[in-house]
């Protein structure tokens, strides 16, 4: 028996035992049928997050108790807004990823597919679980599987990102595990809600040790997201990646966003007590400081990978930055740009490798360096053709790199834009702000966005120029349509997020209102793990 909806438990079961399943059907002859049940999982997963945002939406906070033992002996697993908005994201960005290896990635490698239920197994259960300890687990789950996908393909490039990878991750894991040790020899629980509960009530000798632990983890996280100055891996490893593994790589990201955004409104909100807003000041100037080196990274990067790589930088420092305001409206905007950005940002890795296909290497810099020298460009002297035919497949590239263009920047008229426009426009006008006078901290986060999208702009156009227009020795590559596909789908969510603007903002604000006003979460959790109990006693 367990409490709850038993559908929050199936974006965790059916990757599971799709996984599983695909590891039995292990024949080249079997492959269309593993390609086949993956997409089909990954499918059905989007149609499970999209009733769980649903049920979410309407109000309701799920939680569902595994073996029907109550909060905080047991595992429960929570779904509510936040939850929910992180499910259906992630699997709709799994759903374009995974259609887009059909054309050749999923061969390159062994077990690409059971690998990615695995790692989907892994994010659904991170978003899901209401307790520290299965979120390690979940947490170990899921970068287990990123390691394979991110060798997934060979080649040392990926070898050695590979290597920097595994090593960077291992040392967050045992962060977390010191972490976690310190909080819970301090409470006495793993379970949120009830540490929620605690922290308030923790002696003032202890508190120290509550808050050392608490920074340990979010060390933890915080490298997982991105955060400077713990981001060196980061774009080299997304860079080395194939790109439908660099796509879903997007999403990891936002794990340690999520458990940051969610862990300090939580535990470290107004009701608090005496370390109400614990960290808060930190994220806001880490979160800048983020954006800064993505900044850089953009206008130095010659190759469009990386330029993707450092957009996700600058991508997870405006949601941290966001998060350390401690604003329901900055929140919400925070959350709308969190949405856009990982979808235009995965659409990019995908799109790199079609634009990228039909260039000679090191053409453009070798015609570069002969006119720097003085030498004449070698070209076929045509006088009555005018111009350069522009086919079909450039034009459909053309358009899907301007669309990745204008969210990644965050320009008008896509989704990009209204979410830094949110944004900016709760962080300018503070709500609890007396005589309406504008924080430094909201100058502060103008300047950095509006420098970041100038040099995100900047960059972008630079590399359409390069890849469009001034390759001299390029061919027009062959693009399947399962490869465009799930990039123009990416980038359709990006404009329906503009169209039907005023419906996702407002869901943002109610997810944004439920996060700071945490007392509705621990009651519902609490509640029931008491109600489990009387239960128990009946019986």
């Not at 632990?213 to 060390?219: K, M, N, P, Y």
């Not at 439920?514 to 109600?531: F, I, K, M, N, R």
């Amino acid at each position: 028996m367990s409490g709850g909806s038993s559908l929050v438990v199936a974006p965790i079961v059916l990757p599971l035992l799709a996984g599983a399943g695909m590891l039995l059907l292990n024949g080249e002859r079997q492959r269309s049928i593993v390609a086949g049940l993956s997409v089909g999982a990954t499918l059905a997963l989007v149609c499970i997050a999209t009733i769980l945002l649903g049920i979410s939406d309407a109000g309701t906070r799920d939680v569902y108790r595994l073996g029907n033992w109550p909060a905080p002996f047991g595992i429960v697993l929570v779904l509510d807004r936040l939850s929910a908005l992180m499910l259906l994201l992630t699997n709709v960005l799994a759903l374009a990823s995974v259609v887009y290896s059909l054309a050749r990635w999923h061969r390159a490698g062994a077990h690409f597919h059971s690998l990615f239920q695995f790692l989907l197994m892994g994010l659904n259960g991170a978003f899901l679980t209401g307790d520290l300890f299965n979120l390690f687990v979940f947490f170990e789950l899921l970068l287990a599987a990123s390691y394979g996908l991110l060798l997934h393909g060979s080649g040392l490039a990926r070898v050695k990102a590979g290597l920097h990878y595994i090593v960077v991750n291992l040392a967050a894991s045992l962060l977390f595990l010191i972490g976690v040790s310190l909080i819970y020899g301090v409470t006495g629980t793993l379970n949120m809600a009830d540490l929620a509960a605690r922290v308030p009530a923790v002696a003032a000798e202890s508190r120290g040790l509550l808050e050392a632990g608490a920074g340990v983890l979010a060390v933890a996280f915080l490298l997982k997201a991105g955060m400077w100055p713990l981001n060196f891996w980061l774009p080299t490893a997304y860079a080395a990646a194939s790109p439908p593994v660099a796509s879903i790589f997007a999403i990891l990201t936002k794990v340690g966003v999520y458990v940051v955004l969610r862990l300090s409104l939580l535990l470290f909100g107004d009701d608090a007590g005496a370390s109400a807003g614990f960290g808060r000041e930190f994220l806001l100037f880490a979160g800048l400081a983020t954006i800064l080196f993505g900044t850089i990274g953009t206008l130095a990067s010659q190759d469009t990978a990386r330029l993707a790589g450092f957009s996700v930088l600058i991508s997870s420092g405006t949601v941290l930055a966001a998060t350390g305001f401690g604003q329901v409206g900055v929140t919400s905007g925070a959350l709308f740009y969190l949405v856009s950005s990982t979808l235009g940002i995965g659409a990019f890795f995908l799109l790199v490798e079609l634009i990228e296909r039909g260039r000679e290497p090191g053409a453009d810099m070798i015609a570069v360096t002969r006119e720097a020298y003085g030498e004449e460009v070698e070209t076929d002297e045509v006088e009555e053709d005018v111009g350069i035919a522009i086919v079909a497949t450039m034009a459909w590239l053309g358009i899907a790199f301007i669309g990745c263009a204008l969210v990644i920047a965050g320009l008008p008229p896509l989704s990009g834009f209204i979410a830094k426009f949110a944004l900016l426009a709760a962080a300018l006008h503070p709500a609890d702000q007396p005589g309406g006078a504008i924080p430094r901290s909201g100058w502060a986060l103008l300047a950095v966005l509006i420098l970041s999208g100038f040099a995100t702009l900047t960059a972008m156009a630079r590399a359409g120029i390069r890849i469009f227009w001034a390759s001299p020795d390029r061919t027009v590559p062959r693009v399947r349509m399962i490869e465009m596909a799930p990039i123009m789908f990416l980038l359709f969510i990006c404009a329906a997020q503009t169209v039907w603007a005023g419906p996702v903002i407002r869901f943002m604000q109610a997810t944004a209102q439920s996060l700071h006003a945490p007392a509705g979460y621990v009651s519902d959790v609490l509640q029931t793990a008491a109600e489990a109990s009387q239960q128990v006693e009946g019986k």
